[in-house]
C-alpha cells in the first residue's frame, strides 16, 4: 500500500542551527501537506505544495516538493525553541481525500 | 474560530469494555477522520467517512467501528476494548469544497485500557 516515510525520526538541534526533514512517498502524489504539533498539542496545518518543483516560505520556514512530486523537504532556518515539535507530512491516497501521513520528525531546540 | 472537539481528553478503560470516542465539528466539513497516535508510527487512519451515513476503512480499522449520522458527529466505536488499543485518538475534519483539504484537528483523547 501507499506509505510516506519521514527522516529522521529524532533531531536535537543547538538554538541558531538549521534544521531539515525529508518526507518521501512510495507513489505519485497530487499535492503534500505539512502539519505541526506542539508537544501536548494537536497537529495543526502549516502549508499545502501542489505543484512539481514548488517552493514556499513561511518567515524562517521553507517548503519543497519534488520534480516526481514523490517526494518533499521542510527546512528551518535559525530554530528558535518555538520550532520545538514534530512535523508530519502528509499526502491524499490515489488522489482521494484520504490523507496518509508520514512517520513525523521529532524537533528539539535546546538553548 | 473553527473547531473540532472530543469529548474526553483523558480515558481510563478495562479490557473487554465497550468505548465510544465523541468527535463535534462546527465548520459543517463533509469529511470526517480518525487517526491514532503511537510513538514512532505517526498518524495511522483508522476510518473516515464522507457523508453523513457513509464510512471507509483506514488503514487499522481492525478493532473498531464508527457512526455518523449527523453532519457534525463521527464516533469511533471500540466494541471490545484491548491493551494494544492504548492510544492517543485524534478526530480531524476537512472540507471538500474549499479545494484544499485542510485537515483541523481535535485536542485528542488518550485512552489508556488495563
Redesign the interface.
Given at each position: 500500500?501507499q506509505q510516506v516515510m519521514?527522516i529522521p525520526?529524532y533531531q536535537h538541534v543547538q538554538e541558531g542551527e538549521d534544521f531539515t526533514t525529508y518526507c518521501n512517498s512510495s507513489t505519485t502524489l497530487s499535492n503534500i501537506?505539512w502539519?505541526k504539533q506542539r508537544p501536548g498539542?494537536?497537529?495543526?496545518?502549516l502549508i499545502?505544495l501542489v505543484k512539481s518543483g514548488e517552493v514556499k516560505k513561511q518567515k524562517r520556514l521553507t517548503f519543497q516538493f519534488g520534480e516526481a512530486k514523490k517526494n518533499s523537504s521542510l527546512h528551518i532556518t535559525a530554530t528558535q525553541t518555538t520550532d520545538v515539535g514534530t512535523y508530519?507530512c502528509?499526502g491524499?491516497f490515489s488522489g482521494t481525500?484520504?490523507?496518509?501521513?508520514?512517520?513525523?520528525t521529532r524537533l528539539k531546540v535546546l538553548a | 474560530d473553527v473547531k473540532v472537539t472530543q469529548s474526553s481528553r483523558y480515558l481510563v478503560k478495562r479490557t473487554g469494555e465497550k468505548v465510544f470516542l465523541e468527535c463535534v465539528q462546527d465548520m459543517d466539513h463533509e469529511n470526517m477522520f480518525w487517526y491514532r497516535q503511537d510513538p514512532g508510527l505517526g498518524l495511522r487512519l483508522i476510518y473516515f467517512s464522507y457523508d453523513v451515513k457513509m464510512k471507509e476503512k483506514g488503514d487499522i480499522p481492525e478493532g473498531y467501528s464508527v457512526s455518523r449520522e449527523k453532519k457534525e458527529r463521527f464516533s469511533l466505536i471500540l466494541e471490545s476494548a484491548s491493551t494494544n488499543q492504548t492510544s492517543m485518538y485524534l478526530c480531524a475534519s476537512s472540507s471538500r469544497t474549499s479545494g484544499a483539504n485542510v485537515l483541523t484537528f481535535g485536542a485528542g483523547s488518550r485512552l489508556t485500557v488495563l
Amino acid at each position: 500500500g501507499q506509505q510516506v516515510m519521514q527522516i529522521p525520526q529524532y533531531q536535537h538541534v543547538q538554538e541558531g542551527e538549521d534544521f531539515t526533514t525529508y518526507c518521501n512517498s512510495s507513489t505519485t502524489l497530487s499535492n503534500i501537506q505539512w502539519y505541526k504539533q506542539r508537544p501536548g498539542g494537536h497537529p495543526v496545518f502549516l502549508i499545502q505544495l501542489v505543484k512539481s518543483g514548488e517552493v514556499k516560505k513561511q518567515k524562517r520556514l521553507t517548503f519543497q516538493f519534488g520534480e516526481a512530486k514523490k517526494n518533499s523537504s521542510l527546512h528551518i532556518t535559525a530554530t528558535q525553541t518555538t520550532d520545538v515539535g514534530t512535523y508530519f507530512c502528509a499526502g491524499p491516497f490515489s488522489g482521494t481525500y484520504k490523507y496518509i501521513f508520514g512517520t513525523g520528525t521529532r524537533l528539539k531546540v535546546l538553548a | 474560530d473553527v473547531k473540532v472537539t472530543q469529548s474526553s481528553r483523558y480515558l481510563v478503560k478495562r479490557t473487554g469494555e465497550k468505548v465510544f470516542l465523541e468527535c463535534v465539528q462546527d465548520m459543517d466539513h463533509e469529511n470526517m477522520f480518525w487517526y491514532r497516535q503511537d510513538p514512532g508510527l505517526g498518524l495511522r487512519l483508522i476510518y473516515f467517512s464522507y457523508d453523513v451515513k457513509m464510512k471507509e476503512k483506514g488503514d487499522i480499522p481492525e478493532g473498531y467501528s464508527v457512526s455518523r449520522e449527523k453532519k457534525e458527529r463521527f464516533s469511533l466505536i471500540l466494541e471490545s476494548a484491548s491493551t494494544n488499543q492504548t492510544s492517543m485518538y485524534l478526530c480531524a475534519s476537512s472540507s471538500r469544497t474549499s479545494g484544499a483539504n485542510v485537515l483541523t484537528f481535535g485536542a485528542g483523547s488518550r485512552l489508556t485500557v488495563l
